[in-house]
């Protein structure tokens, strides 16, 4: 069976502890990671529980089925999101750290392989679906590990100070994740400068087709050597060149030369309405 993605669970991670009690037990693939079994989520997504943190899950990706490795799936996390400011909201990154810390697991100046169509959809699906929520939907920069040879990317819940995540969110990331797609018309791009919730890039992949994969915030831009952001490129599959938050970021040294620069208008607005459904294909739970 070919799968496109593998949702991972960590059971450290009270989000992703959350949205796996959603799903119940689903039914077993007969392939394991290490003494976990492998469960099929949806038609094309699989699902595998870990017992520790997420982000210093380094080479997870080294310890897949080599069947399942070999089809090179995009890894998926739901995860818990925090902030100094303890905003509810959803959030969706890639992962690396590209910089010369790495205080959350991953390596300095190390960039983890993007998935920027599937990033996309995810941000889109949340947008929608956090509507009726009242709450956001928003990119965040490149940050924190694990390190990964595959594509990877975080889809997270904040909700602040509450001891727990709020069941309608649970609910919304529960139905969002099966219905993660790739929109074949999004133009891709590297997203240089901007905030850490990189709202110009949301916007433009909430409003126009543009898929990004890495996405290097301006405080990332202070520390930026030459061969980092040619990782940053290299890893972001599909990339037509470079969409920058503000016009003085392009002269960034170690931004020369990674390729064209594109303009806000260089991709077609979108049909806002196309990503308003979320119809689940769950597969329904067994106890094998």
Do not use: C
């Amino acid at each position: 069976m070919h799968v496109d993605f593998l949702v991972v669970v960590s059971d450290a991670d009270p989000v992703a502890r959350a949205v796996a009690r959603e799903w119940g037990t689903l039914p077993a693939t007969g392939e394991r990671v290490d003494d976990s079994p492998i469960r099929e989520l949806s038609d094309g997504v699989w699902l595998v529980r870990r017992p520790g943190r997420h982000v210093h899950d380094e080479g997870l990706d080294a310890r897949l089925p080599e069947a399942l490795r070999s089809q090179r799936p995009t890894l998926v996390f739901p995860s818990i999101h925090r902030s100094g400011r303890n905003i509810h909201s959803f959030t969706v990154h890639p992962l690396g750290n590209p910089g010369t810390s790495a205080d959350l697991g991953g390596r300095p100046r190390t960039l983890v392989p993007t998935d920027p169509r599937r990033m996309a959809s995810a941000l889109r699906l949340l947008h929608e679906g956090a509507k009726g929520l009242s709450l956001s939907a928003t990119y965040e920069a490149t940050h924190h590990g694990p390190a990964l040879g595959l594509p990877a990317f975080f889809v997270e819940i904040g909700y602040g100070e509450l001891a727990e995540p709020p069941s309608e969110q649970v609910r919304l990331l529960r139905e969002v994740i099966p219905q993660i797609s790739v929109e074949p018309a999004d133009r891709v791009a590297l997203g240089v400068g901007g905030g850490h919730y990189a709202p110009h890039f949301s916007e433009l992949t909430l409003e126009r087709r543009w898929a990004f994969g890495h996405l290097l915030s301006r405080h990332a831009l202070e520390s930026l050597d030459g061969p980092t952001a040619r990782t940053a490129f290299d890893q972001t599959p599909g990339a037509e060149g470079v969409v920058f938050a503000r016009a003085q970021d392009a002269s960034h040294s170690a931004l020369q030369g990674l390729g064209p620069r594109l303009r806000d208008q260089d991709a077609p607005r979108r049909d806002v309405g196309s990503s308003s459904a979320l119809t689940g294909d769950v597969r329904s739970a067994s106890g094998t």
